[in-house]
């Protein structure tokens, strides 16, 4: 595996669980498109900032377990589970104070150490059962 490439994800999770947005620049492309974020995020590191402190303020506590990474040419997959308490609005439902454990799948294309695209397979059915808004959770 390219180091840079497993490195620059690593590196991304890290900035994720310190809450640090001062190191997007260096890690994310100018034109970098997060195919898994809402309508109308604009894209670039100013896009995943926006996406970071939305996560923030629904689960304040909020952090990425990396779990396993694998690489396919410039492609860098890494399986996790993002785990917080769901405090803050998140899509339209209100803070539930429930803990929540959220299990992803992220791949991110990268060309000279910075992420171009990304896009997630995640289970969002089991978060919002998690945070109380559908039944089973």
Same mark, same amino acid.
């Given at each position: 595996?390219?180091?840079?490439?497993?490195?620059?994800?690593? $590196?991304? !999770?890290? /900035? *994720?669980? +310190?809450?640090?947005?001062?190191?997007?620049?260096?890690?994310?492309?100018? %034109?970098? #498109?997060?195919?898994?974020?809402?309508?109308?995020?604009?894209?670039?590191?100013?896009?995943?900032?926006?996406?970071?402190? $939305?996560? !923030?303020? /629904? *689960?304040? +506590?909020?952090?990425?377990?990396?779990?396993?990474?694998?690489?396919?040419? %410039?492609? #860098?997959?890494?399986?996790?589970?993002?785990?917080?308490?769901?405090?803050?609005?998140?899509?339209?439902?209100?803070?539930?104070?429930?803990?929540? /454990?959220?299990?992803?799948?992220?791949?991110?294309?990268?060309?000279?150490?910075?992420?171009?695209?990304?896009?997630?397979?995640?289970?969002?059915?089991?978060?919002?059962?998690?945070?109380?808004?559908?039944?089973?959770?």
């Amino acid at each position: 595996m390219d180091d840079v490439n497993r490195l620059m994800v690593e $590196r991304f !999770w890290q /900035a *994720f669980n +310190d809450r640090d947005l001062s190191l997007l620049d260096d890690l994310f492309a100018d %034109d970098y #498109v997060n195919h898994a974020s809402l309508p109308g995020t604009p894209p670039g590191p100013a896009g995943q900032a926006q996406l970071m402190q $939305r996560l !923030w303020t /629904a *689960f304040p +506590d909020a952090r990425f377990e990396i779990e396993h990474l694998a690489q396919d040419a %410039d492609t #860098v997959l890494c399986v996790g589970t993002m785990s917080g308490t769901h405090e803050g609005e998140l899509l339209g439902i209100p803070g539930s104070g429930k803990p929540v /454990a959220w299990r992803q799948c992220h791949l991110m294309t990268v060309a000279d150490g910075k992420a171009t695209t990304h896009r997630a397979i995640r289970d969002d059915l089991g978060l919002m059962r998690q945070m109380g808004a559908l039944p089973g959770g």
